[in-house]
């Protein structure tokens, strides 16, 4: 019936003589609709901003497929606003819109809005475990923010430059970024942003003042109600207390770091939690808790296509499986981590 009811409207609006007034005030509003929910993400009004967007999900991808075709370069900006909201509800459909986006608005667009909508793609791009395209995303965002003078999205591009270049074990590269990243950051003197920049420093920054960073960062993320950065702040935390062979810590840290997470909704933060939470039972000799933990979380993968966690999913399944005296499964386990990903349920 409200199919139905859709289509007869769409019919009269397409001999409408008003019709393109009508499409560019349908558009505007759900421009002004992302850029008032992304002015409340990581604060402590987040779930007002994920609800508004959530009512609205239809109409945004509505106004957004209209403008690619119409008006490309605010395409582009509502793509970029979008971005952080379909990270957090691991929408599948996120990398294809900042994309098409991006090919639309070509390099006319403002430096800015296109440094933005690269910097949603690295995330993405991550969480897929593609890094080396993540990579390039990154120091193309970096590269735009420098030319339209960001210092804060400066700071957002060389923090993720950090963690890259951690991942990839570069350690000094890793403690460079951080440090230039941390400089940006306080010279852009935006609060929300100074607080993310220094989580990555006492994870990714140089070891010595990796505790008064996190001292720091926990302070600047409470305040703001950036759940979601400080419980990724734990839970790096944690995963870095493991590398020091000190899980009783790294327990402690992960039970901080889901009190925080119990605060928000971010499937791929519960991912990244659950992974850690794995890996810190399996080390402590809790392997049904340990099983439970990386099982769960390859549920999420697989509903998130979160590929980056499906790989450590399986890898810790794999080790659970082998101490327990069965190496022919572990085995299957290990080349299935190194076929193709997990499929997504949404995908």
């Known amino acids: 019936m409200l199919e139905t009811i859709k289509e007869y ?3 009269r609006l397409a001999i409408d003589p008003q019709r393109e007034q009508v499409e560019q005030r349908y558009f505007e509003h759900y421009l002004q609709l992302a850029e008032q929910a992304w002015d409340l993400l990581s604060t402590h009004d987040e779930h007002c901003g994920l609800a508004a967007l959530d009512l609205d999900v239809d109409n945004l991808r509505a106004a957004l497929q209209w403008a690619i075709k119409r008006q490309p370069g605010k ?5 970029g606003r979008l971005g952080p909201y379909w990270f957090i509800r ?10 098409a986006a991006l090919d639309a608005a ?3 667009a403002p430096a800015a809005d296109r440094a933005q909508a690269q910097l949603q793609r690295q995330g993405l791009l991550f969480a897929r475990h593609q890094e080396e395209a993540a990579r390039d995303a990154v120091e193309k965002a970096l590269a735009l923010f420098e030319q339209a003078g960001d210092h804060a999205g400066m700071a957002e591009a060389l923090s993720n430059l950090a963690a890259l270049a951690s991942y990839d074990a570069e350690p000094d590269q890793a403690s460079s ?3 230039t990243a941390c400089r940006e950051a306080r010279l852009a003197d935006v609060h929300g942003v100074l607080g993310r920049t220094v989580a990555m420093s006492a994870v990714f920054g140089p070891p010595a003042e990796r505790a008064q960073a996190q001292e720091e960062a926990t302070t600047l993320l409470a305040e703001a109600g950036d759940y979601r950065n400080l419980a990724l702040l734990y839970s790096n935390s944690a995963y870095a207390a493991l590398l020091e062979d000190q899980p009783s810590r790294a327990m402690h840290l ?3 770091a889901r009190r925080a997470a119990s605060r928000i909704d971010s499937p791929f933060m519960s991912m ?10 399996l080390f402590t000799g809790n392997l049904s ?8 979380q390859l549920r999420l993968c697989q509903g998130h296509a979160f590929h980056m966690g499906a790989d450590e999913g399986l890898t810790g399944l794999a080790a659970i499986t082998a101490r327990g005296g069965d190496p022919k499964r572990a085995a299957n386990l290990v080349r299935r981590r190194t076929r193709d990903r997990l499929p997504s349920r949404r995908a």
């Open 9 to 11: 409207a769409l019919e």
């Open 75 to 79: 395409a582009l900006r509502l793509a």
């Open 90 to 99: 691991g929408d599948p459909e996120a990398l294809p819109w900042l994309d």
């Open 106 to 108: 070509g390099e006319q």
């Open 177 to 179: 970024y951080m440090e």
């Open 254 to 256: 992960l039970d901080l």
């Open 272 to 281: 990244i939690i659950l992974g850690n939470l794995g890996l810190a039972e």
């Open 289 to 296: 808790r340990a099983r439970q933990a990386f099982q769960d």
